[in-house]
């Protein structure tokens, strides 16, 4: 009966951590900055027109994105999107990244590969930061951490009928390792938010436009459901380790 009641309250554990770490890597609030550099032009599509110049090169066409002027825009980031609005000075910055608070203006391009810097436009790109060689573990390491927690899982299930305690011991081990990966997301993140130029970063596609512009950077939600996500974890591998024990105990 005790072994039940410990693998139903690890299993809930275990889904709540596995949900917070689907959640924060599907969506796009690990870094919230503002600034107030003025309207945002993104260069979002380059297509060949069709015409050619005097010397018989074909002209491509740029379709460029301008979000309308404002006092000040925001910036929201994840694995999948680099997104940028413009927002009432008003609204604190998390608050106006809510789903609710989206506005039509919204302009997005694709951020794989975040956290870590990434050189847009010419290669090497004038802003280059040199840590941009790190973003490969970031990516590495999340995508090791669903498929643990998913791996995990699996075995747990497999695991219900209280057969094999090799099960509940490996399907734990899975779960821990989850917990570690991200853990080690959390502290990579944390590292490039407070030792590299992240005020660069948000302003490189400016260039030098705005030297004197204010950016306020943030920890997003998306950051602190995965920090919520790592206990979560961690507790339901160890709880289905000393299930597995107790199991093996038993026979």
Excluded at 27 to 37: F, I, K, N, Q
Excluded at 72 to 78: A, D, F, I, N
Excluded at 155 to 169: A, D, Q, R
Aim: with cysteine; charged share 10%.
């Amino acid at each position: 009966m005790k072994v039940g009641a410990a693998a139903l309250a690890g299993g809930i554990f275990g889904v709540l951590g596995t949900l917070c770490f689907f959640l924060a890597f599907g969506t796009d609030y690990w870094l919230v900055a503002s600034e107030d550099c003025g309207p945002y032009t993104w260069s979002t599509q380059t297509t060949p027109t069709g015409n050619k110049d005097a010397n018989g090169t074909e002209i491509l066409s740029v379709k460029a994105v301008t979000v309308a002027p404002s006092s000040l825009s925001l910036h929201h980031e994840g694995f999948f999107w680099r997104c940028v609005f413009q927002v009432d000075p008003t609204v604190h910055a998390v608050l106006a990244t809510l789903f609710t608070n989206q506005p039509e203006s919204k302009v997005c391009i694709h951020g794989y590969l975040f956290p870590l810097p990434v050189a847009l436009g010419q290669v090497p790109h004038p802003s280059y930061d040199a840590t941009a060689v790190f973003r490969g573990f970031w990516t590495v390491l999340i995508i090791l951490g669903l498929v643990s927690a998913l791996t995990g899982g699996f075995l747990l299930v497999c695991g219900v009928p209280f057969i094999s305690h090799k099960l509940y011991k490996l399907g734990g081990a899975f779960c821990i390792a989850a917990a570690c990966f991200f853990l080690l997301v959390l502290l990579l993140y944390v590292l490039w938010m407070e030792l590299v130029d992240v005020r660069s970063y948000i302003l490189q596609e400016r260039g030098e436009a705005c030297p004197s512009a204010h950016v306020s950077v943030v920890y997003g939600l998306s950051f602190m459901v995965a920090a919520a996500g790592v206990p979560l974890e961690l507790v339901s591998g160890l709880v289905f380790m000393l299930v597995g024990r107790a199991l093996h105990a038993s026979k």
